[in-house]
């Protein structure tokens, strides 16, 4: 069924019964007939080996309307197109204000069977065609031009298609109104489905007030010019253009469905877009997609994001697709990235019960959602219920009960990172700490917490889980801040291995699993550079807990490539490192097993391991003898009475101190500069 057979029918339609256009009251009835059979004529002329018969017609003088009835149009290959009715009421040459064909059939052949195309109504009213739209040269359509045309409505009302004996293509309506350049149209789809191979079905497609004629202007301008299609490049940057250009009220999917007989499945029970167009905020919905196929399975309940600027997001990126010969650098896309998520805007984004499977893997999301972002706006982020499996190394299971985020902009921050150099990240760190000092600047200070609760992340037989972490950070638009972590319940399995002493000390000593909380504050002041590090009592169940100070000046424009580079920094100066250690049953532990494995006492193994410390460090030329005279006495008090007892090992300089300074000191002269000393101290209770 080409294109030149479908314009006999327009012909027939426009032409054949044009005749009682232009003001059928200034025509007598014989005139009209007259009229019509020389259009007849002009149309069999027009295009050679095409019949027309029809059974009988009217031509209403008064009325403007004319009919034809069992209209039959053969062509010379044996194509029949039947209607059993076609009225028309027309305006002038080229309006139309009510037309209706009944019953269009369309046949291979004339004792063909099967009909191949059919449609039970079809109605167009106030249609009207500007010249140029349609150009037809030897009697076959070249171009026809669909801005051209307006009407007030294009209605189809069961049609069925069969190219071949394995397909078949069924639509209930398909209706269209109030085409034309700067109307906006209504489009409506119902109960559409495809059988054969593929199986394809959309109950509804509804789309309102969409500028469609201005799409097909803008679509015909593009493709007539051969070097905005002829890349992939090109062809992607026009599509990106003409869909930022497009606006709709609503744009509305139900029930859609597709299966392939020997691949995947696809389906989607509603879908919609509100409110699409460029400076406008758009709402989208999806609900309860699935996507199956042999290998992986997909379902997302839903997927929902609100007032997002999502033809301006288009704009933008059509604007970053590249020429035909260009390549872009590591650095030029990911600055492509970081400008386009920092314009955008939205007011929510959700996603609700996802889940893919793959042969014996797993991922599973309860919901995520994202509040508030764009620039100048604090944007906050939470999920629930998350977790993965994996069929390899003995089964790896990482779940995640509840994580939580809220108080940075963070839009403004990504819009930031454009400055960051992908090529050269040995400077990564300090380029981090300028822009975040940047950000804090711009948005007035940052006040950001977070959350994350009930991780667990098993292999086999080990795993490792998280109570809480909680977060607190602030930051005043000078570049003050205050941080403080919060942990409690960090839990993780002893595991066999090999070449680890520790591990294998705390298997000896029955430690199956470890459980650790603690408490981590840190504080910056930037017109003095004075850095504060404070761990409070990070406790590991039944074993002791560690307590420790760090005070420093601490430029943040010195490099942090490593601990060795800030260490020697001239500019980096100690004011005070305290660590205390204490015994919550470890030592007990290690004395019994000890005592067990040599077959000794208690006070024999204490005695054993005084004399092995002290040995090991006078052996050590960078300990001083007075320190190692010092470690020992501190060693015997506490090995002594290690529940009421704990280790403090401290440096409090007379003054700031490099590291640099020490460079070319002896050890004794280093540890007097740094006022190195350990004791033991009583636990207050």
Do not use: C
Request: charged share 25%; proline share 2%.
């Amino acid at each position: 069924m080409d294109m030149s057979k479908v314009a006999v029918i327009g012909a027939v339609v426009v032409i054949g019964l044009g005749v009682v256009g232009g003001g059928g009251y200034y025509y007598a009835s014989q005139q009209a007939e007259k009229k019509f059979q020389q259009k007849i004529e002009l149309i069999k002329n027009t295009f050679p080996g095409v019949t027309i018969t029809y059974a009988n017609h009217n031509i209403g003088i008064f009325s403007q309307e004319a009919t034809m009835d069992k209209v039959v149009i053969k062509y010379k290959d044996g194509e029949v197109y039947t209607a059993d009715k076609v009225s028309a009421v027309m305006g002038s040459d080229d309006d139309i204000k009510n037309l209706k064909i009944d019953q269009l059939a369309v046949k291979e052949k004339e004792t063909a069977t099967e009909q191949l195309f059919t449609v039970e109504h079809t109605e167009i009213a106030n249609a009207k065609a500007d010249a140029g739209w349609i150009v037809i040269e030897s009697g076959k359509i070249k171009k026809i031009v669909p801005s051209k045309i307006s009407f007030g409505l294009l209605n189809f009302q069961n049609l069925e298609f069969k190219p071949d004996t394995n397909t078949n293509i069924k639509v209930a309506q398909y209706q269209i109104k109030n085409y034309g350049l700067s109307q906006k149209s209504d489009m409506l789809l119902n109960n559409l489905s495809a059988t054969g191979r593929s199986d394809f079905s959309i109950k509804s497609f509804k789309i309102d007030q969409v500028n469609l004629a201005d799409i097909s202007k803008r679509q015909e301008a593009f493709f007539a010019d051969r070097k905005n299609y002829r890349s992939s490049e090109a062809l992607n940057k026009g599509l990106l253009q003409n869909l930022s250009m497009m606006q709709f009220g609503l744009l509305n999917i139900e029930d859609l469905q597709f299966k392939d007989k020997y691949g995947p499945a696809f389906q989607i029970a509603h879908y919609h877009t509100k409110d699409y167009g460029l400076d406008k905020k758009t709402d989208i919905l999806l609900q309860n997609l699935t996507v199956k196929d042999s290998r992986q399975n997909l379902s997302i309940g839903s997927f929902k994001i609100d007032q997002i600027n999502l033809a301006n997001m288009l704009k933008i990126q059509s604007e970053f697709v590249a020429n035909e010969n260009d390549r872009k650098s590591i650095n030029d896309k990911a600055k492509e990235i970081f400008q386009l998520l920092s314009k955008m805007q939205f007011s929510l984004l959700s996603i609700d019960k996802v889940i893919v499977e793959e042969y014996k893997s797993a991922f599973k999301l309860a919901h995520y959602q994202m509040k508030d972002y764009g620039v100048d706006r604090k944007t906050s982020q939470s999920l629930k219920d998350f977790s993965v499996v994996i069929p390899y190394f003995s089964k790896i299971v990482v779940s995640l009960a509840s994580f939580e985020s809220s108080g940075v902009d963070a839009a403004t921050f990504i819009g930031m990172l454009e400055s960051i150099d992908l090529n050269n990240l040995d400077n990564f760190g300090k380029n981090y700490t300028n822009i975040l000092q940047d950000y804090a600047k711009k948005v007035g200070g940052i006040v950001n917490t977070g959350s994350v609760s009930g991780l667990k992340i098993s292999f086999g037989k080990e795993f490792i889980s998280l109570g809480t972490l909680t977060t607190k950070s602030d930051m005043t638009k000078e570049g003050n801040s205050n941080e403080t972590y919060a942990l409690d319940g960090l839990e993780f399995s002893v595991p066999d291995v090999s070449g680890s002493d520790l591990l294998n000390a705390l298997k000896q000593m029955g430690y199956r699993q470890v459980s650790v909380s603690g408490r981590l504050t840190m504080q910056y002041q930037m017109n003095t550079n004075f850095l504060s590090v404070s761990l409070k009592e990070l406790t590991f169940k039944d074993i002791g807990a560690i307590s420790a100070t760090l005070q420093a000046n601490a430029p943040l424009s010195i490099s942090y490539d490593s601990p060795e580079t800030i260490l020697t920094n001239p500019e980096v100066k100690l004011k005070e490192l305290s660590i205390v250690m204490q015994n919550n049953g470890v030592v007990e532990r290690l004395l019994k097993s000890a005592s067990q494995e040599q077959g000794t006492t208690e006070a024999e193994v204490k005695e054993s391991i005084i004399a092995s410390v002290k040995e090991v460090a006078q052996k050590d030329k960078d300990i001083p003898a007075s320190f190692t005279e010092d470690l020992v006495k501190t060693l015997k008090a506490f090995l002594q009475n290690p529940q009421v007892t704990k280790i403090k090992l401290s440096s409090m300089p007379t003054s700031p101190i490099s590291g640099a300074v020490l460079d070319d000191k002896s050890s004794e002269e280093q540890f007097n500069l740094l006022n190195i000393k350990i004791q033991a101290v009583p636990i207050k209770h």
